[in-house]
């Protein structure tokens, strides 16, 4: 027993010493999209429904690089697990030109078809107008955001994730700077309104590529570009990202008809989801971010040590800090979930639902302290398709099949919305668990090294 706990207290320490640079990044990434809202906000309601609705579009190159992230990472831990520093850099540089690639259209339907994308949607013209504008420019840095979450994954991957977080930090530090100068013209700079939020997000991710490329090219990190040569890394890249960009997507696109769910409610309802859902993004999202990228760097290059034992052992203890650490965040989200609301709204019957979404995110801490890391765990080996599996049954399941059988057929109200999505979370945890304990993650993670292993004699 007490090598046990010698054996988790280590991991734990190893965890901290990683997550929390990566929580910083992700405390400043969402800062930045909670700094665009209010400045849009200063401008008018149909500057913040556009860009509201243009941000559904812009998941899409968000997704492609969280995916393609996801297959850096997985190669990069493995391989720098076993020592093979040439076939990781092969694989990432190959991971930045697909990347790249796949930006480049987005920037040809942002100039073409952007403002009928958000007319599409309903939109009245005065936010067609300028969510046209905003998702364009947005669009038009889609290959520097896809590269950037590349990189940053990449790097995280060999247990860097200092590099990371300088760069990516810088990056929205200045986002929330160009987006209050341009977006309000404060000083000498112009006053663009929505076109200066656009032009600020574009002007950040661009140097944040550019500047993790350059990293990547100095000595102060231990990755390398250098040309790629195997297919079958190219085959592993794309099979283990494409489960993870369907699993972002699969929730994105599922938000269109669990809002329209929502309004039935009224508007106010709708309202209080979405503030619900910032606060726990805000407050517990940096935490099971950072766990789940731990967890894949830590399983990853574990089992490129050649240790399946011990990832699988690494990939537990990390989920039982997550539970701990989440618990006590859903705590803070459940008992002071009405004066948090009150800062972002000072409507009663929207604080009131508000604080009633926000009790039920601080429930379901728990299913994110397991889900995350295990999820993250499994990525790390290379399996994708457990989460994704376990992630779209649950949201079509009971996000949006319970919540609409029994708040709206049956008629018990906005108690089976609440309750639908304390089941679907609780659904994500049960399904990567059962993956992780009874899948043969480390068989087929042990197969793909094997593999590149081959391609690179």
Request: charged share 15%; aromatic share 10%.
């Amino acid at each position: 027993m007490a090598d046990v706990r010698k054996r988790v207290l280590a991991i734990w320490r190893r965890t901290l010493s990683l997550s929390w640079p990566i929580a910083v990044q992700q405390t400043l990434n969402t800062l930045m999209r909670t700094v665009d809202v209010v400045v849009t906000g200063l401008f008018s309601p149909a500057a913040v429904a556009a860009v509201g609705l243009a941000d559904l579009y812009a998941q899409i190159p968000l997704r492609a690089g969280l995916g393609l992230g996801t297959g850096a990472i997985a190669l990069s831990s493995q391989d720098t697990g076993r020592g093979d520093e040439a076939t990781r850099n092969r694989a990432i540089t190959q991971a930045f030109l697909i990347g790249f690639l796949i930006g480049l259209p987005l920037i040809v339907v942002g100039l073409t078809i952007s403002p009928w994308l958000i007319q599409v949607l309903g939109a009245e013209p005065a936010v067609v107008r300028q969510g046209g504008q905003y998702l364009a420019i947005v669009f038009a840095a889609a290959p520097m955001r896809i590269v950037g979450l590349v990189a940053s994954r990449s790097l995280q991957g060999t247990g860097d994730t200092r590099t990371p977080m300088l760069v990516n930090g810088s990056a929205n530090l200045l986002n929330i700077g160009a987006t209050v100068g341009l977006g309000l013209g404060v000083g000498p700079l112009p006053n663009l309104a929505i076109v200066g939020v656009g032009v600020a997000t574009a002007v950040s991710r661009t140097f944040e590529a550019a500047a993790m490329s350059l990293a990547i090219r100095s000595r102060r990190t231990d990755l390398s570009f250098a040309r790629p040569r195997s297919l079958t890394v190219t085959r592993q890249l794309v099979s283990v990202s494409l489960p993870t960009f369907a699993e972002g997507m699969s929730t994105s696109l599922a938000n269109f008809p669990f809002n329209a769910l929502l309004l039935t409610f009224g508007t106010e309802v709708n309202a209080a989801y979405h503030i619900g859902r910032r606060i726990y993004q805000q407050v517990s999202g940096p935490l099971y971010r950072s766990y789940s990228t731990v967890a894949s760097i830590v399983v990853g290059q574990t089992l490129g040590e050649g240790d399946p034992e011990g990832a699988r052992f690494s990939g537990l203890a990390i989920t039982a800090l997550g539970v701990l650490t989440l618990g006590v965040a859903g705590g803070v989200l459940f008992f002071g979930a009405e004066p948090i609301a009150r800062v972002f709204t000072s409507d009663a019957a929207t604080l009131g639902y508000a604080a009633d979404f926000t009790r039920v995110f601080g429930v379901s801490m728990l299913s994110f302290g397991v889900f995350s890391p295990i999820a993250g765990s499994l990525r790390g080996a290379g399996d994708t398709r457990t989460p994704f599996y376990a992630r779209l049954s649950g949201t079509l399941g009971f996000t949006l099949g319970f919540s609409y059988l029994f708040g709206v057929v049956l008629d018990y109200g906005l108690w089976g919305v609440y309750v639908g999505l304390g089941l679907s979370y609780a659904w994500w945890a049960v399904g990567v668990a059962a993956g992780f304990w009874w899948g043969d993650w480390a068989e087929k993670a042990g197969e793909m090294m094997a593999e590149r292993a081959e391609a690179s004699d």
